[in-house]
Nanobody, 129 residues
Framework: QVQLVESGGGLVQPGGSLNLSCSYS????????AGWFRQAPGKEREGVSC????????YYADSVKGRFTISRDNAKNTVYLHMNSLKPEDTGTYYC??????????????????????WGQGTQVTVSA
């Protein structure tokens, strides 16, 4: 069974840190890129970050640049999102997703949900005092 499983969410105070993990199993084809998205109540899902499997190219939303870091460990089949200096506006459900199809310019598509083939169930992140 092919699946993505997120973990690491929780409640944290503003300025705090959290580390999210996304483990995938059952995938017989190597994914091309993995992304993190989030959705706050009443808002649309938005792309947070993306990393390509082969060369580790990374992409970030402007709202998280300098605070979040995406990484991957191909041997462990895991993608990570290290979140620092968290703000209340970072609150939401965080989803990881994988894209199988290559793209000549991933920087132009990584924010698009439709590019991704497989999604996890999400993990809740709440930033509050």
């Amino acid at each position: 069974q092919v699946q993505l499983v997120e973990s690491g969410g929780g409640l944290v105070q503003p300025g705090g840190s959290l580390n999210l993990s996304c483990s995938y199993s059952g995938i017989t084809l190597d994914y091309y890129a993995a992304g993190w998205f989030r959705q706050a109540p009443g808002k649309e899902r938005e792309g947070v970050s993306c990393i390509t499997r082969s060369d580790g190219s990374t992409y970030y939303a402007d709202s998280v640049k300098g605070r979040f870091t995406i990484s991957r460990d191909n041997a462990k089949n895991t993608v990570y999102l290290h979140m620092n200096s968290l703000k209340p506006e970072d609150t939401g459900t965080y989803y990881c997703a994988t894209a199988l199809n290559t793209h000549p310019s991933p920087k132009n598509v990584w924010r698009l949900s439709v590019w991704y083939d497989l999604w996890g169930q999400g993990t809740q992140v709440t930033v509050s005092a």
